[in-house]
């Protein structure tokens, strides 16, 4: 087993950072795995759903909201209240677009999780099958390397004899003048 070089994936307390630098990386970093949170969230118990957040700095503002943020706000400032026609038209739309959008997601993370199981198979695969020794020439040693080298200096040989029974053949096939040369002369 290998010693890790460093400490891998854990779980960080959340707790005001001092370093006004950490605290801007870790908002940037954060941000979108809590617009993922709370998009989870909306898809397991279709509820309606607001975050609004600005960053450190106080220069952007940022927000998340399920269906629309007037639902969103009238919901929370009246939770009893039922919503008039219009807002219910455009909350339902807006919530129908996030279904087929989460279905759409849901297909696409069942693609790469396949994906990343036949990538993950493929890997075991070729780490159970036997290496040849050209696959990890630069681990070769010297008996080996004399082995490749008179391999090579053999194919070699092979190569240059058939080499010269291919010049034989053609310098004798073309020398040999042609069956019949009138036939060449009335073409001309």
């Known amino acids: 087993m290998e010693d890790k070089k460093t400490a891998g994936r854990q779980k960080i307390p959340i707790e005001k950072l001092q370093d006004e630098t950490k605290r801007k990386v870790a908002f940037s970093k954060r941000l979108p795995s809590l617009y993922k949170n709370a998009s989870k969230i909306v898809r397991a118990c279709n509820v309606d759903i607001g975050i609004v957040s600005s960053c450190p700095s106080g220069r952007t503002q ?3 909201v399920h269906p629309t943020s007037v639902v969103v706000i009238d919901h929370f400032v009246n939770p009893i209240m039922e919503l008039d026609l219009g807002t219910r038209l455009v909350a339902e739309n807006a919530s129908n677009i996030a279904i087929e959008n989460n279905i759409r997601l849901n297909e696409l993370e069942a693609r790469e999780a396949a994906e990343k199981e036949k990538i993950r198979s ?3 695969m070729n780490n159970a099958r036997e290496k ?3 696959e990890s020439i630069d681990q070769i040693d010297a008996e080996n390397l004399t082995t490749f080298e008179t391999t090579l200096n053999f194919a070699e040989g092979i190569l240059k004899d058939q080499l010269k029974k291919l010049e034989i053949e053609t310098s004798s096939s073309s020398e040999a003048p042609p069956e019949n ?4 002369s009335s073409i001309l």
């Open 62 to 64: 940022y927000s998340y």
């Open 122 to 124: 493929l890997e075991q």
């Open 132 to 134: 040849c020794w050209w």
């Open 181 to 184: 040369e009138d036939s060449y």
